[in-house]
């Protein structure tokens, strides 16, 4: 299984972007697809999560500024992320919970860098 993270850039304070990662490879469920984000220095923080059923949780800090979204027929993950700060600048990655048949595996895209301008 492969997950491709893309979306990210350079955005100016208050601006948006929207990341996506898709999931490939021998699926048969997607359980729970998640957002983290690293920041120069710091660890690696749960950002958003989205279950099977569509039921959402964000930390406390983008909570009505991102949306986390998902798209069964794809196997893809959204992040809608609004009025953003330079606080938010860190790498993103996306993370998903497979179940390839046999058992579940947590598997990880490779990152991508978003950065906000004051």
């Known amino acids: 299984v492969q997950l491709q993270a893309s979306g990210g850039g350079l955005v100016q304070s208050g601006g948006s972007l929207r990341l996506s990662c898709a999931a490939s490879g021998r699926i048969y469920r997607l359980n729970a697809m998640d957002w983290y984000r690293q920041a120069p220095g710091k660890e690696r923080e749960l950002v958003a999560t989205i279950t099977s059923g569509g039921s959402t949780g964000y930390v406390a800090s983008v909570k009505g500024r991102f949306t986390v979204s998902r798209d069964g027929d794809k196997n893809t993950v959204y992040l809608e992320m609004n009025r953003l700060k330079p606080e938010d600048t860190a790498v993103y990655y996306c993370?998903?919970?497979?179940?390839?048949?046999?058992?579940?595996?947590?598997?990880w895209g490779q990152g991508t860098l978003v950065t906000v301008s004051s």
């Open positions: 993370k998903a919970e497979v179940f390839d048949g046999l058992r579940n595996n947590d598997f």
